[in-house]
């Protein structure tokens, strides 16, 4: 691993001035997705056929989403770019989420990053994307008539990168969804959105690309559809409207690289209601499977430093939970699950996450020199499982 010098502290001190002001959105690397589509990671590619084991967004138990939120139909009229963002620009808003970290000398400062977001309902619900808000500590969220809230996080489901948050406001205008499952590519669509965190409500136009990509962003792909219309950072859980004023999509990522121009993507809305419906209701998403066990990056000690070992090592096992049922024990290190090898703690946590509770799984492993294979059946992942000050240097709980 190759060592970066700072030459100068002032070149530092802009470094981390810089990072703070970035807005928030998710960069796909171009240059990095082509290197590995040459070799045997695969981070975009299209859907196979239904036997391919390309991941897609996952829940068990839908909620009627048509009750919950507007939606429109394909017999809703037709209207004018014009139109649709004078229609629908009020459904915007922008979000403004703040941290806190610890600079060089030790001194506490405030990061904050930008993205957008949906009204979902009436009296305050807001879908946005998970990596918008999952760093921060307190959120700003502004109408397009300048109006500013408070806002708190409802629930946040990282797999997917869907979130809602709430604001404590009533008459709000809430977007007219429309069906992802209707949607044909070369149609055109329109984001509205707060690129760079400083042009908010922006408008920009295109065309549907392609449908169902899937995109690899921290190891857990998910599926989307591809747009050609601008999208920079800011833009992140901002909507994709179609000709008829409905929203089709949430924008989640684009391609960075000099080499590419007008590649986008967003998640599709019926996926992401469904998702926010779960939130709602019950904080979380239901019907994802759980071990019950920490896993961490696996260490081993030698004289001239650390050495990885290939696998997810389990730091912990809760109480109670399905693993400590099936004999799990801090120690282990679990390399597959029926046939499928980990060689990381978020390789593990994608295919645990992946299964529906109640789910029987084969895991194998070594604990002290020896293999072992114990068969679990999964839990329910709840938050309460992650116990109270968890400290995630210690393991993602899984």
Known sequence: MKKKVIRCLTAAIAVIVAAALLSACAIIDWDEITKRLEGDDTTVSETADPGSTVPAQRTS??????SLFK?????DEVYSTVDIYGKNVNSVVGIRSESKSKNIFGQTTVN??????????EDGYILTNNHVIEDGTAFKVTLYDGSTYDAEIIG??????????KVDATGLQPATFGDTAEMVVGEDVIVIGNPLGELTFSLSRGVVSALNRAIN???????????????????SGGPAFDSRGHVIGMVTAKVKSTQVEGIGFCI?????LNIAAQLIKYGFVKGKGALGIAGAVAVRQSFFGSTRVSGAYVNYVIPGSAAEKAGFVKGMLITEVDSTEITTPEELAVVIRGKPAGTSVLVKGVLDNENFALRVTLDEYTPDMVPSGWNTDEGTIM
């Open 61 to 66: 138990s839908n909620i009627d989403t048509d």
């Open 71 to 75: 939606r429109g139909t394909k017999a």
């Open 112 to 121: 904050a990053s930008s993205g957008t977001g949906i009204i979902l309902t």
């Open 156 to 165: 946040a489901e990282k797999t997917n990168d869907v979130a809602v948050i």
């Open 217 to 235: 962003e921290d190891g857990t792909p998910i599926i989307v559809f591809q747009v050609d219309a601008a999208v920079n950072e800011g833009n």
């Open 268 to 272: 599709p809305v019926n996926d992401a």
